[in-house]
C-alpha cells in the first residue's frame, strides 16, 4: 500500500508541476493538435515562472506526494459564487489507476463546498479515454461540446461537464 499524503503546493515544487502537467496535457491531445500548438501551450501555461504565480494565486490547490515526490497534482477555483471549476487534473503516468486522481479530486471538491460551491464543472479534451471516465464515475454528466481556435488555426474541442455536489 502507498503512502499519498495531498498537500498544498510549494513554489519548489513547481518545477515537478510543470513536468507532470505538461506531459498529461500532451497525452491528452496527441494526434488532435500539432506539436507547434502544443510546445506553445506548454511553454505558456506550464512555464517554471507562470505555475509559481499559479501557486502563489492559488490555482493550483493540491499536489499528491508519494516518498516525498510530487506524483499528481489539481487546481481550479470557484468561477461564481456557487461554481467551482477544475482547471487541471494530472498524475504522473507511473501513477495513475491507484486513486490519487480520485483523492485530488476530492481535496479541491472539498475545498470549493467550503467556498459555497453547490456544482462543479471541468473541460475534459475530447476523446480523452483517461479523463472522461474518470469524470464520468465520480458523477459528472456530459453538457456541450466546445471548439476553440488555436494560434496555429486548429481547432480544440474540449467537453464540458458538470456536477451538483452537496
Same mark, same amino acid.
Given at each position: 500500500?502507498? $503512502?499519498?499524503?495531498?498537500?498544498?503546493?510549494?513554489p $519548489?515544487?513547481?518545477?515537478a508541476?510543470?513536468?507532470?502537467?505538461?506531459i498529461? =496535457?500532451k &497525452?491528452?491531445?496527441?494526434?488532435k493538435?500539432?506539436?507547434?500548438?502544443?510546445?506553445? $501551450? %506548454?511553454?505558456?501555461?506550464? $512555464?517554471?515562472?507562470?505555475? *509559481?504565480?499559479?501557486?502563489?494565486?492559488?490555482?493550483?490547490? @493540491?499536489?499528491?506526494?508519494? @516518498?516525498?515526490?510530487?506524483?499528481g497534482?489539481?487546481?481550479?477555483?470557484?468561477?461564481?459564487?456557487?461554481?467551482?471549476?477544475?482547471f487541471? *487534473?494530472?498524475?504522473?503516468?507511473?501513477?495513475r489507476?491507484?486513486?490519487?486522481?480520485?483523492?485530488?479530486?476530492?481535496? *479541491?471538491?472539498?475545498? &470549493?463546498?467550503e &467556498?459555497?460551491a453547490?456544482?462543479? =464543472?471541468?473541460? %475534459?479534451q475530447e476523446?480523452?479515454?483517461?479523463?472522461?471516465p474518470?469524470?464520468?464515475?465520480?458523477g459528472?454528466?456530459? &453538457?456541450?461540446?466546445?471548439?476553440t481556435?488555436?494560434?496555429?488555426?486548429?481547432?480544440?474541442?474540449s467537453l464540458r461537464?458538470?456536477?451538483v455536489?452537496?
Open positions: 500500500m502507498m $503512502n499519498i499524503s495531498i498537500e498544498r503546493p510549494q $519548489n515544487q513547481a518545477e508541476i510543470a513536468e507532470i502537467c505538461s498529461g =496535457w &497525452q491528452t491531445v496527441e494526434g493538435l500539432s506539436k507547434e500548438y502544443q510546445s506553445q $501551450n %506548454v511553454k505558456f501555461w506550464y $512555464n517554471q515562472e507562470k505555475i *509559481l504565480n499559479d501557486i502563489e494565486a492559488g490555482s493550483y490547490t @493540491h499536489v499528491a506526494i508519494v @516518498h516525498s515526490k510530487v506524483v497534482v489539481i487546481g481550479g477555483a470557484m468561477t461564481a459564487p456557487e461554481i467551482g471549476e477544475v487541471v *487534473l494530472y498524475v504522473d503516468e507511473t501513477y489507476y491507484k486513486g490519487i486522481g480520485r483523492l485530488l479530486l476530492a481535496a *479541491l471538491t472539498e475545498q &470549493q463546498k &467556498q459555497g453547490k456544482e462543479q =464543472w471541468v473541460s %475534459v476523446d480523452n479515454q483517461r479523463g472522461i474518470f469524470y464520468e464515475a465520480r459528472f454528466t456530459f &453538457q456541450r461540446k466546445k471548439i481556435k488555436t494560434d496555429t488555426g486548429e481547432e480544440q474541442v461537464y458538470f456536477r455536489i452537496e
